[in-house]
């Protein structure tokens, strides 16, 4: 099992920035991958940022050029910064380890881009 708490959301005008953050119960580096995802009301969940074990990193092209996906082994913690919000970033972010066959989600977090 593994337990992922994130934090960092919250009520920002368009333009503005957050970061959010996910801490895992075990050391993240033994998992494939960590990620990203959002869902905004009425539409499916999808990916926002993912980096593998290896370093590799990928994003929605939504979010190309404004968020950004990094980690921190030491602190079991992965972190999305977000730039340049707008109102279409406006969703409940989820944090995600592919484990092998297994997948984890946090409980979500809240990001609302308005003014």
């Known amino acids: 099992q593994v337990q992922l708490v994130e934090s960092g959301g919250g009520l920002v005008q368009p333009g503005g920035s957050l970061r959010l953050s996910c801490a895992a119960s075990?050391?993240?580096?033994?998992?494939?991958?960590m990620g990203w995802y959002r869902q905004a009301p009425g539409k499916q969940r999808e990916l926002v940022a993912r980096?593998?074990?290896?370093?590799?990193?990928n994003y929605a092209d939504s979010v190309k050029g404004r968020f950004t996906i990094s980690r921190d082994n030491a602190k079991n913690t992965v972190y999305l910064q977000m730039n340049s919000l707008t109102p279409e970033d406006t969703a409940v972010y989820y944090c995600?380890?592919?484990?092998?066959?297994?997948?984890?989600w946090g409980q979500g977090t809240q990001v609302t881009v308005s003014s």
């Open positions: 995600n380890v592919d484990h092998g066959a297994d997948d984890y």
């Open positions: 980096i593998t074990r290896g370093g590799s990193i």
């Open positions: 075990r050391n993240i580096f033994r998992f494939n991958a």
